[in-house]
Nanobody, 117 residues
Framework: QVQLVESGGGLVQPGGSLRLFCAAS????????MVWYRQVPGKELELVAS?????????GDSGKGRFTISRDTTKDTVTVYLQMNSIKSEDTAVYYC?????????WGKGTLVTVSS
C-alpha cells in the first residue's frame, strides 16, 4: 500500500512563497499520476496541479501561473513538490497529495497553508 506524507505547510504572508512536499513510500514503482488538491473548510475539494509518472504537469485554475509541480524519484521514494509563489489569501487551505497506483487513489493527511499578514 502506498503511503503519502505531506509537509511544508505553515504560515506565510501574502506575496510570499512556500514549497510543499509529498513523500510517497511503499510500492512506488507503479505509481502513476500524483495530484495536489486543496480544500477550504466548508468548500469543495479543488484540484491544484497534477503530474504524470513521466513528469508532465497539468494545472487547475488555482495553480496556473503561480504554482509549479515537480516530481523526483529515487530507489525508495517518490517525492512531489508544489512550489507556490505570489501567494494570495485565497490560497489558505489544507493541501492534500494523492497517488494513483493500480487503479486505486491513495491520499495523504494533508498539510495546512495559512496566508496572513
Amino acid at each position: 500500500q502506498v503511503q503519502l506524507v505531506e509537509s511544508g505547510g505553515g504560515l506565510v504572508q501574502p506575496g510570499g512563497s512556500l514549497r510543499l512536499f509529498c513523500a510517497a513510500s511503499g510500492p512506488i514503482f507503479s505509481i502513476n499520476a500524483m495530484v495536489w488538491y486543496r480544500q477550504v473548510p466548508g468548500k469543495e475539494l479543488e484540484l491544484v496541479a497534477s503530474i504524470t509518472s513521466g513528469g508532465a504537469p497539468n494545472y487547475g485554475d488555482s495553480g496556473k501561473g503561480r504554482f509549479t509541480i515537480s516530481r523526483d524519484t529515487t530507489k525508495d521514494t517518490v517525492t512531489v513538490y508544489l512550489q507556490m509563489n505570489s501567494i494570495k489569501s485565497e490560497d489558505t487551505a489544507v493541501y492534500y497529495c494523492t497517488a494513483d497506483h493500480w487503479g486505486a487513489r491513495y491520499w495523504g493527511k494533508g498539510t495546512l497553508v495559512t496566508v496572513s499578514s
